[in-house]
């Protein structure tokens, strides 16, 4: 028996005996001249009872009265609502919460040194939680069409423990312990993973505070990106010492109502000021390993990608040799020709940043950094399918050219994504935004996008014709191999984290389950 099954009169005594034990004991071994009298509760049965939902009932309960979670076979899954569309999460969703709130209100008083009798009141809260049947709720998700490791939709039911899944089935029958959804309609796919955007809502990664962090977290987790790398921009290295140390230290204490930081992409500043774009040329310098591992032991590890411009130094092989080990190399707004991207790939940079942007251009007898990509299988190439960075057509070309197992979606975000048209800033750099087109004031190159990773996923299946297989795929599972954390991210699948994003047919947002709970 738990303590929701106890009896409330026990349970009100127990709180009534506590707080008088202790005060009486409290009044013998204090000194004489100070008392303590208890004026009693004021607030007897300050008991609230808040019944949310309907509680589930079995049909039939075995004998034990708490038996597991079982596969049924084949067609005889529960009793589920046939519903058109996806379903409304606050109508399907099964569970009881209670609250219990009890409020002791207490007076002392000086015997001695005062001769005015007086009060003031201590209150005491004895009891003030929310109590679930489980303190990790435990969720089943119903009669979806969920994206498996198989990178196909299939009918399946998802059972999640705490923060991970712990089963898929075809059909799973729930107890009274879990909650249970009811996701007719919908397909459910992971939490997406965005290794390469700036900030949003207004901040941005490089204003360094944990509160920019916090806050960009909280609204890609509310869009259903559940997994981060924010990206810095070409700053002093000192300046991004300081944000890579406040990354480390924000994510000893992630928000659990945000994404998960997951790593740091370094665009700057290893770069060319001839493909700069929006980067601070002022702040540009040759690759260097000592400043990359001062940059390495400032984020205590956090760092997954360092970008560079092979044709900037003559020790970029050098660098590449050196670093490939500690951090992943990505060639970054380069002006590399083919021999010298080919060179930094054979050598063990696995990276493209935002594939065509910010490079020089694919053509047949001059294929640059794009034909080395194409080239060196090992190497996974970011790409941004705003509407706006690259036509179409191009999108559709790298998928077959490089295969969809080595593309990465990604949004390059900056502050103003969720905000009006302004003018906004990146890098220390102007920004205009209108619409979904970001550009730098000062030459109206591109300055980023305003487009969230779940944005750039629909746009990509609805106006580029990718598979939406392809889609998700690209902006779950295969960021999360490039970031080394497909072990716990980027698949539906038991022993992962609990991250599951329910679209509808039209792939709008019906719900985001983060780390087994309903946002």
Same mark, same amino acid.
């Given at each position: 028996?738990?303590?929701?099954?106890?009896?409330?009169?026990?349970?009100?005594?127990?709180?009534?005996?506590?707080?008088?034990?202790?005060?009486?004991?409290?009044?013998?071994?204090?000194?004489?001249?100070?008392?303590?009298?208890?004026?009693?509760?004021?607030?007897?049965?300050?008991?609230?009872?808040?019944?949310? *939902?309907?509680?589930?009932?079995?049909?039939?309960?075995?004998?034990?009265?708490?038996?597991?979670?079982?596969?049924?076979?084949?067609?005889?899954?529960?009793?589920?609502?046939?519903?058109?569309?996806?379903?409304?999460?606050?109508?399907?969703?099964?569970?009881?919460?209670?609250? *219990?709130?009890?409020?002791?209100?207490?007076?002392?008083?000086?015997?001695?040194?005062?001769?005015?009798? =007086?009060?003031?009141?201590?209150?005491?809260?004895?009891?003030?939680?929310?109590?679930?049947?489980?303190?990790?709720?435990?969720?089943?998700?119903?009669?979806?069409?969920? =994206?498996?490791?198989?990178?196909?939709?299939?009918?399946?039911?998802?059972?999640?423990?705490?923060?991970?899944?712990?089963?898929?089935?075809?059909? $799973?029958?729930?107890?009274?312990?879990?909650?249970?959804?009811?996701?007719?309609?919908?397909?459910?796919?992971?939490?997406?993973?965005? $290794?390469? =955007?700036?900030?949003?809502?207004?901040?941005?990664?490089?204003?360094?505070?944990?509160?920019?962090?916090?806050?960009?977290?909280?609204?890609?987790?509310?869009?259903?990106?559940?997994?981060?790398?924010?990206?810095?921009?070409?700053?002093?290295?000192?300046?991004?010492?300081?944000?890579?140390?406040?990354?480390?230290?924000?994510?000893?204490?992630?928000?659990?109502?945000? !994404?998960?930081?997951?790593?740091?992409?370094?665009?700057?500043?290893?770069?060319?000021?001839?493909?700069?774009?929006?980067?601070?040329?002022?702040?540009?310098?040759?690759?260097?390993?000592?400043?990359?591992?001062?940059?390495?032991?400032?984020?205590?590890?956090?760092?997954?990608?360092?970008?560079?411009?092979?044709?900037?130094?003559?020790?970029?092989?050098?660098?590449?040799?050196?670093?490939?080990?500690?951090?992943?190399?990505?060639? !970054?707004?380069?002006?590399?020709?083919?021999?010298?991207?080919?060179?930094?790939?054979?050598?063990?940079?696995?990276?493209?940043?935002?594939? *065509?942007?910010?490079?020089?251009?694919?053509?047949?007898?001059?294929?640059?950094?794009?034909?080395?990509?194409?080239?060196?299988?090992?190497?996974?190439?970011?790409?941004?399918?705003?509407?706006?960075?690259?036509?179409?057509?191009?999108?559709?070309?790298? *998928?077959?050219?490089?295969?969809?197992?080595?593309?990465?979606?990604?949004?390059?975000?900056?502050?103003?994504?969720?905000?009006?048209?302004?003018?906004?800033?990146?890098?220390?750099?102007?920004?205009?935004?209108?619409?979904?087109?970001?550009?730098?004031?000062?030459?109206?190159?591109?300055?980023?996008?305003?487009?969230?990773?779940?944005?750039?996923?629909?746009?990509?299946?609805?106006?580029?014709?990718?598979?939406?297989?392809?889609?998700?795929?690209?902006?779950?599972?295969?960021?999360?191999?490039?970031?080394?954390?497909?072990?716990?991210?980027?698949?539906?699948?038991?022993?992962?984290?609990?991250?599951?994003? $329910?679209?509808?047919?039209? $792939?709008?947002?019906?719900?985001?389950?983060?780390?087994?709970?309903?946002?």
């Amino acid at each position: 028996m738990g303590i929701l099954s106890l009896p409330k009169t026990i349970l009100m005594m127990a709180c009534w005996a506590i707080p008088v034990l202790i005060s009486t004991y409290a009044v013998q071994i204090l000194p004489v001249n100070f008392g303590f009298g208890i004026s009693g509760p004021v607030f007897l049965n300050a008991l609230l009872y808040n019944k949310t *939902f309907k509680r589930f009932e079995p049909e039939e309960e075995s004998a034990a009265g708490d038996e597991d979670w079982t596969v049924s076979p084949e067609g005889e899954s529960g009793e589920n609502t046939e519903n058109e569309g996806c379903s409304d999460p606050q109508n399907s969703i099964i569970k009881e919460k209670q609250t *219990f709130f009890f409020i002791i209100v207490s007076s002392s008083y000086f015997r001695k040194m005062t001769q005015d009798l =007086f009060f003031s009141f201590e209150v005491a809260i004895l009891y003030n939680r929310q109590i679930y049947r489980r303190m990790e709720q435990d969720m089943i998700i119903q009669n979806g069409s969920v =994206f498996t490791e198989k990178n196909t939709f299939e009918p399946m039911d998802i059972l999640t423990e705490g923060a991970f899944i712990s089963a898929l089935s075809p059909s $799973l029958k729930g107890r009274p312990k879990e909650e249970v959804y009811d996701a007719s309609g919908c397909i459910l796919i992971p939490g997406l993973v965005d $290794l390469h =955007f700036h900030g949003c809502m207004g901040y941005d990664f490089c204003d360094g505070t944990k509160e920019a962090i916090r806050e960009i977290a909280r609204y890609e987790a509310s869009i259903g990106v559940t997994a981060i790398a924010p990206a810095t921009m070409t700053l002093p290295v000192e300046e991004l010492e300081d944000i890579l140390r406040t990354a480390a230290e924000y994510k000893k204490e992630q928000n659990p109502k945000g !994404a998960d930081l997951v790593g740091v992409n370094m665009e700057g500043p290893f770069i060319s000021p001839v493909k700069k774009g929006a980067q601070d040329e002022r702040n540009i310098m040759p690759c260097d390993t000592d400043i990359c591992q001062r940059f390495l032991d400032a984020s205590e590890g956090l760092v997954k990608f360092v970008g560079l411009a092979p044709e900037e130094s003559e020790d970029a092989v050098a660098f590449v040799e050196a670093m490939k080990d500690k951090v992943n190399i990505s060639l !970054a707004h380069t002006n590399a020709d083919y021999a010298h991207a080919k060179a930094a790939f054979d050598a063990g940079a696995n990276h493209a940043v935002h594939l *065509f942007n910010a490079m020089p251009a694919f053509t047949h007898r001059e294929p640059g950094v794009v034909g080395a990509v194409s080239d060196s299988a090992h190497v996974m190439a970011e790409i941004i399918c705003d509407g706006v960075h690259i036509h179409p057509s191009m999108v559709r070309a790298a *998928f077959k050219m490089m295969g969809a197992d080595r593309m990465i979606l990604i949004s390059d975000s900056m502050r103003a994504t969720g905000m009006p048209d302004g003018q906004y800033t990146l890098g220390g750099l102007d920004v205009k935004v209108v619409g979904n087109h970001a550009t730098l004031v000062s030459d109206g190159a591109l300055a980023g996008s305003v487009t969230n990773l779940a944005d750039c996923m629909r746009t990509v299946v609805k106006k580029m014709e990718i598979p939406l297989e392809t889609a998700v795929a690209c902006a779950t599972i295969n960021p999360a191999k490039s970031l080394g954390i497909e072990d716990t991210y980027g698949s539906i699948a038991p022993g992962k984290k609990a991250n599951i994003v $329910l679209l509808d047919g039209n $792939l709008d947002l019906k719900m985001v389950i983060k780390d087994g709970r309903e946002l």
